[in-house]
């Protein structure tokens, strides 16, 4: 295989066994994408990532030994780089915003269809973001913070949902730019570009706002 198809490395954490291993059976198919190993305890399934460093883990959030929460949590602080996509069959209509807000890159209800679980990790590799849940008493929620946010005439970027979070969150440049590894000016200037996206002139109207789309809870 030349050098340019350097394939992703992707490590799976889910305790249903049949479901675990359909997953990694569907990804292992998918072109450039190798699974380092799936794993249905939490703890184990950190342990492998912090070791092997994977490109893309697919995690649970009801796990044995770890919750997918925490996981996550150390994923963002000790592999940064690594995308994070989460599958759970919770319908707490208020996880994807703390997904969102915790740095995850995706999020899909197990309810969905597979190819929806595959179009998620298609989006993630390639530096999106992807959020859907299968609820069907709140369609709103499908999409939920797809890059392309539909009420607004010039959507906001991936980069720029990010920075939205943070900043309606309470979070200063600084510290924006010290969690997404950006210079405080482009975080400023990410700043500047969602708030005339939105139309709003202060902090307050935006976090209104990111609330209304479901990006974060107050």
Same mark, same amino acid.
Request: hydrophobic share 45%.
């Given at each position: 295989m030349p050098p340019s198809a350097k394939k992703h490395r992707a490590i799976v954490i889910e305790d249903e066994t049949v479901f675990r291993q359909l997953l990694s059976m569907a990804l292992s198919r998918l072109?450039?994408?190798e699974v380092m190993g799936d794993?249905?305890?939490?703890?184990?399934g950190l342990q492998a990532c912090l070791r092997d460093r994977p490109d893309l883990v697919v995690?649970?959030? $009801? &796990? !044995?030994?770890?919750?997918?929460?925490?996981?996550?949590?150390?994923?963002r602080? $000790? &592999? !940064?780089?690594?995308?994070?996509?989460?599958l759970t069959s919770q319908q707490n209509e208020s996880i994807p915003s703390q997904l969102a807000t915790l740095g995850v890159h995706g999020f899909v209800s197990k309810g969905e269809p597979l190819k929806v679980v595959i179009e998620a990790v298609e989006k993630v590799l390639t530096g999106g973001m992807f959020f859907a849940s299968s609820k069907p008493a709140r369609p709103a929620l499908s999409p939920l913070a797809a890059p392309a946010v539909p009420t607004l005439r010039n959507p906001l970027t991936p980069r720029e949902i990010e920075v939205a979070i943070g900043v309606a969150s309470g979070f200063s440049s600084k510290e924006i730019a010290a969690k997404l590894k950006?210079?405080?000016r482009t975080v400023e200037k990410?700043?500047?570009n969602i708030m005339d996206k939105?139309?709003?002139?202060?902090?307050?109207?935006?976090?209104?706002?990111?609330v209304q789309q479901r990006l974060i809870t107050i």
């Open positions: 072109p450039r994408m794993y249905a305890d939490g703890a184990e995690v649970d959030l $009801q &796990l !044995p030994g770890m919750h997918g929460m925490d996981i996550a949590r150390e994923l602080r $000790q &592999l !940064p780089e690594t995308r994070i996509l989460v950006l210079s405080v990410h700043r500047a939105v139309e709003v002139r202060e902090v307050a109207s935006l976090v209104r706002w990111c």
